[in-house]
């Protein structure tokens, strides 16, 4: 977390609420959004990122809104503290399996689930597992799990070992995602995002095996048609394999990047380092997010509704979109430790993609929850 932060990340929460939740009583108050007066959503999806029939409510949009007395919902060093209103979250995880499949984005998000659930759990009752791409979190009092897959372009590619995927060429097959799916085709809850990792004009496809060497056929192609490719090898893949009637399915909106400060008006050269306070103009979007990637997820997940699949979107771009103040900037572990003269340009190192915990994906989680809840045969099994 950025040091000497005037508004702390984990203590802002946006607030608005979730009484049109399908009759659901007030879920997580502070998690909620206010509206400011506009009904049109920023960046599409609209009908698929509203919970009712009421126009005027829409979860996503809104303002941030310091809170010190509610948050943190957890203790940053050791995730030791829960909030009473996120006890019944196990409850709803109860004999379930959820799985979050994307890339180090998705990976905070699935660390802050377990920060919100794991301190109401006696330690012999609770455990971490790492096989190969899998990580795995259990409760074993509730026979649940809550699971993190490494697929940071969502199909095949060779930065798909999550120990050793800083490479200087990215390579996708994207043809191929059953390595993949094989790990997460029984869950009970499937959480997908892929969006950072495709941040780039053209992704090098390969057609072939990566063992097969010159036999392979490459081929770069122009973002976002790879995207587009990718994601329909994705989509065919849920249309004949996942079990509509047990698994939920949500697809989780691109996370903005702050890494240009001229989009709130700084000088050139700047970016979050050293940011304490939100974007407080409405609607703000940033160069870190494309529009054309967002379209392309849109038309893909409304295409698998027209195939009889449901997905449900959860649209956290422009709620995150303010929080140019809520990246650890240059205050992180860094992978190998930064060069003292990387260390002499903090700036010019600062990590402006991911997020500080507690902070935004606690809010994501509080979104996904409210989701949970409103998943009527989820919760009847």
Not at 84 to 107: C, H, P, T, W, Y
Not at 252 to 276: F, R
Not at 279 to 303: K, N
Request: proline fraction near 4%.
């Amino acid at each position: 977390m950025a040091k000497g932060s005037s508004l702390d990340s984990s203590t802002l929460a946006s607030r608005r609420r979730l009484h049109f939740l399908l009759g659901i009583v007030v879920v997580i108050a502070i998690v909620i959004f206010s509206r400011t007066g506009k009904n049109e959503e920023p960046l599409s999806m609209q009908d698929a990122t509203r919970f009712s029939s009421e126009p005027s409510c829409n979860l996503f949009e809104g303002k941030w809104v310091y809170d010190n007395e509610a948050y943190p919902l957890y203790k940053e060093k050791d995730c030791s503290f829960m909030a009473e209103e996120l006890a019944s979250m196990l409850q709803r995880l109860r004999n379930k399996r959820i799985v979050f499949v994307g890339d180090s984005l998705n990976k905070g998000q699935w660390i802050s689930m377990i920060c919100l659930i794991e301190s109401s759990i006696p330690k012999e009752l609770k455990s971490m597992q790492y096989d190969g791409s899998l990580f795995t979190f259990r409760a074993s009092e509730y026979n649940a799990s809550v699971q993190f897959y490494w697929a940071p372009l969502l199909v095949e590619s060779n930065a798909d070992n999550p120990m050793n995927y800083s490479l200087s060429e990215r390579i996708v097959k994207v043809k191929a995602i059953e390595k993949h799916a094989t790990h997460w085709t029984d869950a009970d809850i499937l959480v997908f995002n892929s969006y950072l990792w495709w941040r780039m004009p053209y992704m090098k496809v390969l057609w072939g095996s990566f063992e097969s060497g010159a036999d392979g056929i490459y081929k770069e192609v122009e973002v976002p048609r790879s995207y587009e490719m990718a994601l329909n090898t994705w989509s065919n893949w849920l249309e004949f394999h996942i079990n509509r009637t047990k698994t939920q399915l949500l697809w989780v909106s691109m996370s903005p990047t702050h890494e240009a400060g001229e989009d709130w008006g700084l000088p050139g050269g700047q970016n979050c380092y050293k940011e304490t306070e939100p974007i407080m103009e409405e609607g703000f979007q940033g160069r870190g997010s494309r529009t054309d990637m967002m379209r392309a997820v849109e038309a893909t997940i409304a295409e698998l509704k027209g195939r009889g699949l449901n997905i449900q979107f959860l649209n956290i771009t422009q709620l995150s979109e303010y929080r140019k103040d809520a990246h650890p900037a240059f205050y992180r572990e860094f992978k190998p430790p930064l060069t003292q003269l990387q260390l002499s340009n903090p700036r010019l190192n600062a990590d402006c993609y991911h997020w500080c915990l507690p902070g935004v994906p606690d809010t994501w989680n509080e979104l996904l929850y409210a989701y949970i809840l409103s998943f009527s045969n989820f919760n009847e099994q």
